[in-house]
């Protein structure tokens, strides 16, 4: 199809689209004349892929392109490809007082050790929770961690295993992978919409209305 | 104390103080002399709040600024103020086909009647809710929710019930407020990093690396 059509049916502009090719999220199309480029379905599919990662998912175009060579690389065996996907998505964010990062990491490493997580101190889906606990710490909640810590460890657990279970599913290797970075990216979406409609019941229930 | 102070203490710039008072983010110091205005811890502690909630939240000033309107309106009763703070944080993305927007808002519709979920439809994070499950449906997981559904909502029952047990540790309404907005913005940044390890924990037990 020519890029009109692929902009049709994906609903992504012909600017957009040519961007997005440029920055090498997506494949150029072939050839077809000096001026011309034909694209097939793969292309489609890839477009709606970066579209659902970047509008429901928040990520940059660099992200994307990060998670989006994990994904294409075929030499990496499961268990790395299913590590990198996760680690590509992690935030990096907070850069505030040393010592109380510091001490964040201090609650992290023992949350890690006593829940007895196999996972290198080194993701930097780690640093992420160092930097989520620090930010509490300096509003004046720095025990929010601490006090909701095993139950929030208790539900991602359950949350980890239906999505392993998800991707278990799957069949071909490339499917796999595409639905590891979907699972992650889309799943924290819906758990994020989730868990607020949980608290509007929670609250309903435990303040009712006059 | 002065802006310089102010920013030392935080390590926000001075400008970016400036931008966020002109936006009403942040209240004006009191006027000291006619170009000189001083601040107090009060001002030091809302600075920490709206940091956090861009920096690890990811919430845009806009959004900020609605969250800290529901926070600062003493009128409205406990349950409401749960209700708002939760619904300014929902994200509003996603803009795609309205077949698939439609088949999704009825998998949303029946999931909420079977969870029994005292929720109003017009819920803003029923929109988000409805905007990622349309989204996965375009990449081809439309599957996802209907296969992780019960595992998911069991999970943030919990998480919610965690959330609720610590807001209602908190004494002060004005304290209680700010404490819903900051966990559930700082709780999913936590969340989503936990989620992360345990994906990483779970995928090495059930795939062992040679």
Redesign the interface.
Known sequence: MRIGELSRRT?VSVPTIKYYVREGLLQAGQLTSPNQASYSELHE?RL??I??LI??G?LSVAAVAEVLAAVDDPAR???RV??TA??R???E?????EGEKEAARGEVEAF?ARRG????RS?P??E??V???T??A????GS??A??LD????????????????V??RVAVEDLVE?VV???V?????????????????????????
């Open positions: 609903g599919r709606r892929l579209r659902a509008d429901v928040g065996p499961v268990h299913l590590g996760s680690t998505i992690a935030v964010r907070g850069d505030d007082g890690l997580w196999c996972v290198d993701h889906a780690v992420s929770l930097g989520a606990v930010a509490l300096r509003v004046g909640h929010l961690f006090e909701v139950d929030y460890a208790d539900a991602v657990e359950g949350i980890a295993r239906a999505d392993l279970d998800y278990g599913r639905s979907i699972g992650t889309l799943g924290d979406a819906v758990l994020a919409a989730m868990r607020r409609l949980a608290h509007v019941d929670a609250s309903v229930r435990r303040f009712p209305p006059a």
